[in-house]
C-alpha cells in the first residue's frame, strides 16, 4: 500500500498504557531486562529515535507503516528489513516503505551494549512505541522476545489496499485474528502520514465511473484535494492523511471525527465511518477520552502476531540479512 500512514490532546496523549498485568504467547514486558548487563535496551532505543523523530516528525508515519507491513507478511519477525533482490523489500507495496535506516541506527547502539542479545524485530515493536508516544499517542508496555525471521521474499508479500472494502478488510485482519474493533483503532494510525494523490484522484473526479466526485466526500475538502491533485498531473503530488492542519504529526483521535464529517481520505477510511459493521466503531472513538490507551492495546495485539520466540528464527547481527 503506497500510503504512510501514521492524537485529543498533547496532555491525553501522554496517558502511560501498563500491560504488564498480561503477555500474548512468550511474549512479555522487560523481557530484555537483566540480559544487556547494567544497560537499559529501551532506553538505549529510545535515544535513537527521540532524536530522529525531532529531526523529522514523520519518522511516526514511517514506522507504523513499517511495523505494520512487517506483521501482516509472515508475523513480526523482522523480515521486511532484509536486503535482497527478491525480498519482501522489493514487493510493490513495500517500494515506498521508510524507516529501515531507524532501525539500523538503533540495532548498531544495542549491538555496542550488548551484542547478539537484542532481536530486530523487537526493535521494530519499540522503536514505534516510542515515536507514537513522542507523536502525542499514549505510552504503552512492549511486550518483547521476538526473534528474526529467516525468510524474506516479495512472493509473500499480500497486503490490504486502501481501495479494499470494509468486509475485505475485516477479513483480512481477522485472518492475523485481529477483530472489528482493532482494525478500526489501527486505522487510527491515518491521523499521521500522507497518500499519494494517485490514489485518491478517482474519488475526486471519476467516482465508480461517473464522472464526478464521490458523493460521501466533503464538497468542501474535494475541491481542496482537486487543487493539489488535478486529474491529469504529471507529478504524483501528496495529501495528509488527516486534514486537521493543527495535528499533521499528532496520533489522535481526529482521525474518526473527520470521517464522521466525510473529510476521510482514503476509500477504506470514509467507509468505516459508513458501514454498519464498523460505524458504530468510529462513532465511539470519535468521542473516547481513552483512544490512546486503545491504540496502545490494539499495536500490542498486532505485534503479537505471528511472532518467533524461544529457539525460534535467530537474533541478527544485521537487520539489513540473516546471519546466514
Not at 498485568?21 to 512479555?28: I, R, S, T
Not at 464526478?212 to 466533503?218: L, V
Request: glycine content about 8%; overall charge neutral.
Amino acid at each position: 500500500m503506497k500510503v504512510e500512514a501514521a492524537f485529543l490532546t498533547l496532555a491525553l496523549g501522554f496517558i502511560s498504557v501498563n500491560f504488564s498485568g498480561f503477555c500474548y504467547g512468550a511474549l512479555q514486558v522487560g523481557f530484555y531486562r537483566g540480559k544487556c548487563g547494567f544497560a537499559d535496551v529501551e532506553a538505549i532505543v529510545a535515544g535513537v529515535i527521540t532524536a530522529q523523530f525531532f529531526r523529522d516528525p514523520s519518522t511516526v508515519a514511517a514506522l507504523l507503516r513499517l511495523q505494520f507491513h512487517d506483521c501482516f507478511v509472515n508475523g513480526c519477525d523482522a523480515s521486511i528489513l532484509v536486503d535482497g533482490i527478491s525480498s519482501e523489500k522489493t514487493a510493490i507495496p513495500n517500494l515506498s516503505v521508510r524507516g529501515y535506516e531507524i532501525i539500523d541506527q538503533a540495532k548498531i547502539a544495542v549491538e555496542n551494549a550488548c551484542p547478539g542479545v537484542v532481536s530486530c524485530a523487537d526493535l521494530i515493536a519499540i522503536a514505534t512505541r516510542d515515536v507514537v508516544f513522542l507523536s502525542g499517542g499514549g505510552r504503552y508496555d512492549v511486550q518483547t522476545g521476538r526473534r528474526d525471521g529467516l525468510v524474506s521474499v516479495a512472493k509473500n508479500v499480500s497486503l490490504p489496499g486502501p481501495a479494499i472494502s470494509v468486509p475485505e478488510a475485516i477479513a483480512a485482519f481477522s485472518d492475523k485474528g485481529l477483530t472489528v474493533t482493532d482494525m478500526v483503532l489501527l486505522l487510527g494510525a491515518h491521523s499521521v502520514g500522507f497518500a499519494h494523490c494517485s490514489f485518491i484522484r478517482d474519488r475526486l473526479f471519476n467516482f465508480e465511473n461517473t464522472g464526478r466526485p464521490d458523493p460521501s466526500m466533503d464538497p468542501f475538502l474535494a475541491n481542496i484535494l482537486g487543487s493539489r491533485c488535478p486529474p491529469f498531473a504529471t507529478v504524483d503530488n501528496t495529501v495528509n492523511l488527516d486534514q486537521n492542519s493543527f495535528s499533521p504529526f499528532t496520533i489522535s483521535n481526529t482521525y474518526y471525527q473527520n470521517v464522521m464529517l466525510h473529510r476521510g481520505i482514503l476509500q477504506i477510511d470514509q467507509d468505516i465511518g459508513t458501514d454498519p459493521l464498523t460505524k458504530p466503531v468510529v462513532t465511539n472513538l470519535a468521542s473516547a477520552f481513552d483512544f490512546p490507551a486503545r491504540f496502545g492495546a490494539a499495536m500490542v495485539k498486532m505485534g503479537a502476531i505471528g511472532v518467533l520466540t524461544g529457539t525460534q528464527g535467530e537474533i541478527r547481527r544485521s537487520c539489513r540479512a540473516t546471519n546466514r
